[in-house]
């Protein structure tokens, strides 16, 4: 989420439509990863519980702050975060204007757009219903990078978008058929996957450099300059009360999420394929539910873990290697 999803550029990135630079591994039925267990594979694992467990914090801290003012704060800090680190790590910023303004648009649509829509929308639906929604992202990516970057749509990812969309037709109808969820909330979380969907392919379309940690604070201080603007206009900013709930979620959002998480995904989106990065998505929505259960004592409708499913098994199957066979 949070996110996510933010955020952040890779230097020395592949071609949008290339596989990863690594040496050719069996393929196997489980996830691509699990067959070799280096650091890639470890760094896929923690943003998966990263990114499902920011579902659950953001509502946390959404109890005492209004969703723009928050996400403004939470931008600019973390921007400022990875900005210091830029200069640690890399040394001197150098980001042309060509890099410049991808990463403006990249901060917009996996910062601004995608969190200011789906955080106003989960105002009024649950964090576990927010979490299954936006894990379909790699489902969506899958046909967004066949048709923008030229990546294959076989037969196993076609079958994976209907499994995905079937599954999320169940819960949203268990959901607001049984009166869980918000119409319009649910409505404000779509917006928000689809900007995340387009952020996500247009990172390995735009391709831009400038070096990982720079990249991720433009991206952050883009979001919070575009979202602060209607912040002010839509929200009370005397609506904001200092609470320990409040500042132990905004925290984990800034540095567990907005510095570390994002890091991590776009790290990895910088070496190997938009899907294949997502390797272990098909996690994400249960991972969500049991965040939402176990932190918020959400409830988890009978129907959710059948939605789930196919949901889970249709992001594996867009996210494994193309021509996966089993292992002999």
Aim: aromatic share 8%; charged share 10%.
């Amino acid at each position: 989420m949070s996110v996510t999803p933010a955020l952040s550029s890779a230097p020395g990135s592949a071609a949008a439509a290339s596989p990863a630079a690594a040496s050719p591994v069996r393929a196997s039925l489980v996830p691509a990863g699990l067959a070799r267990l280096d650091g890639r594979f470890w760094l896929i694992v923690l943003f998966c519980l990263l990114w499902s467990s920011a579902f659950a914090a953001a509502k946390i801290a959404l109890v005492d702050a209004p969703p723009l003012l928050l996400l403004t704060a939470r931008f600019l800090a973390a921007g400022a975060v990875m900005l210091a680190a830029a200069w640690v790590i890399e040394g001197r910023p150098k980001v042309s204007a060509r890099d410049l303004g991808a990463l403006v648009v990249l901060g917009a649509l996996n910062n601004a757009i995608y969190l200011g829509f789906s955080w106003t929308g989960m105002v009024s639906v649950s964090s576990g219903f927010a979490a299954v929604l936006v894990s379909t992202n790699p489902i969506l990516v899958a046909l967004l990078a066949a048709l923008l970057l030229g990546e294959r749509l076989t037969w196993a990812k076609g079958l994976g978008l209907a499994l995905g969309v079937a599954g999320v037709a169940v819960v949203v109808r268990s959901r607001l058929g049984g009166g869980l969820e918000s119409g319009e909330g649910t409505a404000l979380v779509a917006v928000g996957i689809v900007s995340l969907v387009a952020g996500t392919v247009m990172f390995k379309k735009l391709n831009p450099g400038g070096g990982l940690w720079v990249g991720n604070a433009i991206q952050c201080l883009a979001g919070g300059v575009l979202t602060l603007p209607v912040a002010l206009l839509l929200e009370d900013p005397t609506a904001v009360h200092v609470t320990a709930g409040l500042v132990g979620g905004f925290l984990y959002l800034v540095f567990a999420i907005s510095v570390g998480c994002y890091a991590i995904w776009f790290h990895l989106l910088g070496r190997t394929t938009a899907t294949a990065a997502s390797a272990l998505h098909f996690l994400m929505p249960p991972l969500g539910l049991l965040f939402g259960w176990a932190v918020l004592a959400e409830p988890v409708p009978a129907m959710d873990l059948v939605g789930v499913v196919p949901i889970a098994v249709g992001i594996w199957l867009v996210t494994r290697p193309a021509g996966a066979q089993p292992a002999r």
